[in-house]
């Protein structure tokens, strides 16, 4: 009787041990995934930010010309473009849901189609799908938010 009610024992503390480490895990992963996604957010702002930043630009010179001022593979780099992409890409593997991913990379791509318009018109065009994609991007990342606490 004791040897059997010891190896229960053990049965019991090996399945709590055990329930007690899955619990860990998910709260390690959960945690990842949180700062993940404020890591992907800020990247997705970084890279809006960039393409207002070279929009502006590109405005301004329209004024002065008349003329929109497409860019050419000559143009320098929008300032702080690269950097925002890079870190986008580098913030969007960490983040496990593929919605969510995806829709940072469709932002990253109307971004760089307003800025690399050809005229005012598609710079416009590109530049209006911006902010409903953002919404819907962080309005996914509040919906994960939800999920990990």
Not at 70 to 78: C, L, N
Request: include cysteine; proline fraction near 2%.
């Amino acid at each position: 009787m004791t040897i059997y009610k010891d190896r229960l024992t053990a049965r019991h503390e090996i399945r709590i041990r055990d329930q007690q480490y899955e619990r860990d895990r998910l709260a390690d992963r959960d945690a990842f995934q949180r700062e993940s996604i404020l890591s992907l957010q800020t990247a997705v702002s970084d890279v809006i930010k960039a393409a207002y930043d070279e929009l502006d630009r590109l405005l301004a010179e329209f004024r002065e010309s008349g003329s929109w001022p497409a860019r050419q593979w000559e143009t320098p780099t929008a300032k702080g473009w690269s950097e925002a992409v890079l870190q986008l890409q580098l913030s969007a593997a960490r983040v496990l849901n593929k919605g969510l991913r995806e829709l940072a990379q469709e932002i990253q791509r109307a971004a760089g189609d307003a800025i690399w318009a050809t005229d005012l018109a598609t710079a416009r065009r590109h530049c209006d799908r911006i902010e409903p994609l953002h919404v819907r991007f962080n309005d996914t990342a509040n919906r994960i938010f939800a999920s990990l606490f």
